[in-house]
């Protein structure tokens, strides 16, 4: 096939990765692979890194968060309809976000617990 790279390690940076980690396993099903002791925390799937689904890196940072973010994650449910999924995300501490959109579009702005913004998108999507 054509050479290519694959996204295998999404970076966030963030004030409390230990918060951050605990409520993206939870959206993602993710667990905590691996704290190499610089402060940060790796979770992701339970098969590890390289996998289909890329790891995500919680990594400490003291800096002031941006106003908006210029990458944000979109989620799709694989078990249930948007409207289950958007109650157990808020449920898990998610908050809905403000930006700029109408309100008519069919997916959910929503923020994680230190204000990174994501969507929930409409589709329900197989599990991998």
């Not at 918060?19 to 402060?39: M, Q, T, Y």
């Not at 948007?82 to 809905?96: N, Y």
């Not at 930006?99 to 617990?113: F, K, M, N």
Request: contains cysteine; negative net charge; charged residues 25%.
């Amino acid at each position: 096939g054509p050479m290519a790279c694959r996204i295998s390690e999404l970076v966030l940076e963030c004030r409390d990765p230990e918060l951050l980690a605990r409520f993206w396993c939870e959206v993602l099903d993710f667990v905590v692979l691996d704290r190499p002791g610089d402060g940060s925390v790796e979770s992701g799937p339970r098969e590890g890194f390289g996998g289909p689904q890329p790891t995500i890196i919680l990594s400490p940072t003291d800096d002031p968060p941006r106003a908006k973010s210029r990458l944000h994650l979109d989620v799709n449910a694989t078990d249930r309809d948007q409207d289950a999924e958007l109650a157990r995300l808020l449920a898990l501490g998610a908050r809905p976000a403000d930006v700029g959109q109408t309100g008519q579009e069919s997916w959910h702005v929503l923020a994680d617990p230190e204000g990174n913004e994501f969507c929930l998108l409409r589709t329900r999507l197989n599990p991998l």
